[in-house]
């Protein structure tokens, strides 16, 4: 169904991933050996001593050739650069800090808080023994939205949405009409932040939406994800 979700972004925020990183604090000659500071890091991998080969290290069954989800492998980002699923080196950060950066938990500060119109979009994979994955939007200790899909509770598949202020759970959410998450496979998340509330689509459909319980939204300062799910790129944008 036609969705708010497929509006254009006008500016990018923050993406992490395989294929974009934003490059950690501090000097760049902390990340970049001495030999390549001056050298384009995207342009003749092949031609540097320390990279040379890395293509076919990594292409018959490394990252440079998984599969990404649908719609993802033809676009491109602020960078001209392909999405997640091809191996890129960016500001100096190399294959190592890009996966230790993916690893779950995941935290991700918003440093502006929450807006209206932020798009955070999340791609990974659940695991195939998967009991349920949680991600939190979260001020301070309370948390303002909990969306946690569960495979398997009372032989039931569910996903509880709620809020935690004061320490105080709220009253849980529960009802929807499909279960788009399957163990073992790929997904992409899209969570849209209005003025109201939040709205979740999952795989290009619309699942559902929560309406703000803290309404103070600059004040929403963190995304935290954890549980049985592995992350391959988590997107923060503006739509216009």
Known sequence: MPSI????????????GLANQLTPP????????????NQPILAGLASLPILAGLDS??????????????GLGSQTNQHGLDSPGS?????????????????VPFDLPLQSGAFNKMLITITGEVKPNAKNFTINFNRGNDIAFHLNPRFNESGKQVIVRNSMIGNQWGKEERQ??????????????????????????VNKSHLL?????VRELNQIRGLSIFNDVTLSSVNVETLQ
């Open 26 to 37: 501090g000097p760049a000659s902390l990340l970049t050996p001495p030999c390549l500071a």
């Open 5 to 16: 979700f497929h509006r254009k972004a006008s500016r990018q925020e923050t993406q992490y």
């Open 209 to 213: 939406e929560f309406k703000h319980r």
């Open 87 to 103: 191996l890129q080196l960016l500001g100096g950060l190399d294959l190592h800090h890009k996966l230790a950066l993916m690893t």
């Open 176 to 201: 929807l009409p499909s279960f788009p998450f399957a163990p073992g496979k790929p997904f992409e998340m899209k969570i849209l932040c209005t003025d109201t509330e939040f709205k979740v689509a």
């Open 57 to 70: 290290l990594l292409t018959p069954s490394g990252l440079a050739n998984q599969p990404t989800l649908p």
